[in-house]
C-alpha cells in the first residue's frame, strides 16, 4: 500500500510558478513509478508528466513541455512537479500517482494508487 499526499497548490497569476510536492508513506517509494494528472470541472482526467521509479526517464504531455518539470526524490520519498509560465488553461486539481510498472504511463488506468489532489488556479 501506499499512500499519496499532494501539496503546494494555490492562486497564481498567469505567467507565475507554483511547484507541488507530492509525499509517499512506505518504505519501497523507490519501486514506484509516479505520475501528475489534472482535472478540470467538465473534463476527463488528463495526464501532465510521469517519471520512472529511478527517475532517469520522464514524459510529458505536449501542452507543458518546456514549462513543468518533473522530479523524484527516492531518499524523501517524494515527488515534484515543477510547473513555470502558467496559464489559465493550466488551472485544475492535480494528482499524483503511483504506478509498480516498468518505465513512465499516460494511462490513468496503469495508476493503482492516487491521492486527494491539489488545486491549481490560474489567473489571467
Known amino acids: 500500500q501506499v499512500q499519496l499526499v499532494e501539496s503546494g497548490g494555490g492562486l497564481v497569476q498567469a505567467g507565475g510558478s507554483l511547484r507541488l510536492s507530492c509525499a509517499a508513506s512506505?518504505?519501497?517509494?523507490?519501486?514506484?513509478?509516479m505520475g501528475w494528472f489534472r482535472q478540470s470541472p467538465g473534463k476527463e482526467r488528463e495526464f501532465v508528466a510521469a517519471?520512472?521509479?529511478?527517475?532517469?526517464?520522464?514524459d510529458y504531455v505536449d501542452s507543458v513541455k518546456g514549462r513543468f518539470t518533473v522530479s523524484k526524490d527516492n531518499a524523501k520519498n517524494t515527488v515534484y512537479l515543477a510547473m513555470n509560465v502558467l496559464k489559465p488553461e493550466d488551472t485544475a486539481l492535480y494528482y499524483c500517482?503511483?504506478?509498480?510498472?516498468?518505465?513512465?504511463?499516460?494511462?490513468?488506468?496503469?495508476?493503482?494508487?492516487w491521492g486527494k489532489g491539489t488545486q491549481v488556479t490560474v489567473s489571467s
Open positions: 500517482a503511483a504506478t509498480s510498472a516498468f518505465g513512465t504511463s499516460s494511462s490513468p488506468r496503469e495508476y493503482a494508487y
Open positions: 512506505g518504505r519501497t517509494f523507490s519501486s514506484y513509478a
Open positions: 517519471i520512472s521509479r529511478s527517475g532517469r526517464s520522464t
